[in-house]
């Protein structure tokens, strides 16, 4: 299965995602394989047997998302001035989003740009890290702060690797799956309801495709994030403040949106958007998958105030990006504050 994004630009940055067994890879000019120790253990061999280039190279740098920083990235750099690649030469990223964004930074900083492939290993790099060309790397003033809108060539979506992938990873993957039925589809919403992708991996594939649809129209229509890819941001207003309060390292990302939606539909419910059926089938659902729902909020105006961290000042609008009925989203910029925080304290009497 191949599905074709067009942007609309002047210079042609299309290209295929592949969606089915890994194919055959065949290049005729220099070849490196970025991977972490973990995925190359579970995966390298089988990329290796369908791998074939002029001369290849295994780069291995450190698992985990602390070591997706600059300083990794030189060292990519470093391995690929050793070995002489040239601006024809290509990197393979084998492995998560951490991997996949890390390559696609260094890909397009390598002598200005040399192309990169995709081959993604985890649910939530399928469905949306490898699509897009968000590349990039985390420094010490926050997540993927310092990076490029870069495409990659190709990219290889084979469900296969998924399973290896420990379950709080795949239900990471199935949090950001929901959001995009959320906003977008609820056919797809309903068809991913009705079934457990841990059990069936024919519809695993077919909802892999689906969100990979839905985020290359997305991405087609705005590339840069100037207005509808903005709507890939539900659950993560509230998701990224979950994620800084608790340091990072209490939940996955995946995780954190999946409480971050859960909050995100109370302040729609609130504003009349859905109804208190819809706010409780989506928390019956993310429960299936083992994900958390119950943020227990410590000091509501804390958690407000965090939410213009990345803002020049508390008088800068927030924008939410609210679910209206399924498969739809409205973006209110207008919500008052005490509103929002009405909505924060009902989490914050959370006895958990
Ligand atoms: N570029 C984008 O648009 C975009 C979108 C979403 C997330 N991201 C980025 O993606 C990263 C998160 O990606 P992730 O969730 O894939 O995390 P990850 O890359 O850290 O992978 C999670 C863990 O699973 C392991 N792993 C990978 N494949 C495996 C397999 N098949 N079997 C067993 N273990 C496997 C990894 O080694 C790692 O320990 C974050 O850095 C985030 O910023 C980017
Ligand atoms: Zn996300």
């Known amino acids: 299965m191949t599905i074709d994004i067009t942007l609309k630009q002047t210079v042609d940055n299309s290209y295929p995602i592949h969606i089915g067994p890994l194919p055959k890879l065949e290049f005729a000019t220099k070849v490196a394989i970025v991977t972490n120790p973990t995925v190359a253990g579970l995966h390298l061999a089988k990329v290796m047997s369908q791998l074939t280039a002029k001369e290849c190279y295994i780069i291995t740098v450190p698992d985990g998302e602390e070591h997706k920083k600059l300083a990794t990235a030189e060292y990519i750099l470093d391995r690929l001035f050793e070995h002489k ?4 030469s290509l990197l393979i990223a084998l492995g998560g989003g951490v991997i996949g964004d890390m390559t696609g930074f260094v890909a397009s900083m390598y002598q200005r740009g040399i192309g990169f492939v995709q081959v993604p290993t985890t649910l ?16 010490r003033f926050g997540k993927n702060l310092v990076g490029a809108f870069y495409q990659p060539k190709a990219v290889y979506i084979d469900t296969d690797f998924l399973k290896t992938l420990p379950s709080r990873e795949f239900g990471a993957g199935i949090a950001e799956m ?4 959320m906003m977008f589809d609820k056919g797809f919403f309903e068809s991913l309801e ?5 059990r069936d991996n024919a519809a695993l594939a077919t909802a892999i495709r689906r969100c990979v649809e839905l985020k290359a129209e997305v991405v087609s229509q ?5 207005g509808v890819r903005a709507v890939l941001n ?6 990224h403040v ?5 340091g990072y390292s209490r939940y996955l990302h995946g995780e954190a949106v999946a409480m971050g939606m859960v909050m995100a539909n109370q302040l729609a419910l609130n504003l009349g958007l859905i109804d208190e059926a819809m706010a409780k089938r989506m928390v019956d659902f993310l429960r299936r998958y083992n994900l958390p729902v119950d943020y227990a909020i410590r000091d509501v105006d804390a958690f407000y105030t965090m939410f213009f961290l990345d803002k020049k000042s508390m008088d800068s609008k ?8 399924i498969g739809g989203y409205a973006m209110r910029s207008d919500v008052p504050a005490e509103t929002v925080k009405s909505v924060l304290t009902l989490f914050a009497k959370d006895t958990h």
Not at 85 to 88: M, Q, S, V
């Open 222 to 226: 705005d590339e840069k994030e100037k």
């Open 234 to 239: 539900y659950g993560h207003t509230f998701g």
């Open 124 to 139: 939530l790099s399928q469905v949306d890290a490898s699509v897009g060309g968000k590349t990039g790397v985390n420094n």
């Open 178 to 181: 929901i959001k995009m039925g």
């Open 318 to 325: 927030i924008t939410f990006i609210l679910p209206d009925g």
């Open 242 to 246: 979950i994620e800084q309060e608790t």
């Open 85 to 88: 690649f040239d601006r024809k």
């Open 194 to 198: 009705a079934t457990d992708l841990r």
